[in-house]
């Protein structure tokens, strides 16, 4: 079974960074699939935030993370990164990390098209 397992959040100033990672326990399984990030806060319905192919060459992000924001993958280490810069307080939430069925999704920001998730970390950003 595939396991994802998110690390790296915690309490970070506004204007400030931090790097999210998931560690997947299925080494080729993930190696041929896309990955997503999305996120949570509270009274708020989950959205997404970032996707990356099976390749690691090909991204997309949604709006609002939009040149703050950073997916990669490390493939031979089976560890999907989130890299976020200038954070906002609205950035703050519970961040998800998923894995798709096919290494390649047209619809990325679609939650349903992921088949596996993580427990999720929390990120708080202060104003």
């Known amino acids: 079974q595939v396991q994802l397992v998110e690390s790296g959040g915690g309490l970070v100033q506004a204007g400030g960074s931090l790097r999210l990672s998931c560690a997947a326990s299925?080494?080729?399984?993930?190696?041929?699939?896309?990955m997503g990030w999305f996120r949570q806060a509270p009274g708020k319905e989950r959205e997404f935030v970032a996707a990356?192919?099976?390749?690691?060459?090909?991204?997309g992000y949604a709006d609002s993370v939009k040149g703050r924001f950073t997916i990669a993958r490390d493939n031979a280490k089976s560890t999907l990164y989130l890299q976020m810069n200038s954070l906002k307080s609205e950035d703050t939430a519970i961040y998800y990390c998923?894995?798709?069925?096919?290494?390649?999704?047209?619809?990325?920001?679609?939650?349903?098209?992921?088949?596996?998730w993580g427990q999720g970390t929390q990120v708080t950003v202060s104003s």
């Open positions: 998923a894995q798709a069925r096919s290494s390649i999704v047209a619809a990325y920001s679609v939650a349903h098209l992921y088949d596996y």
């Open positions: 299925g080494r080729y399984t993930f190696s041929i699939s896309a």
């Open positions: 990356i192919d099976w390749t690691g060459r090909s991204t």
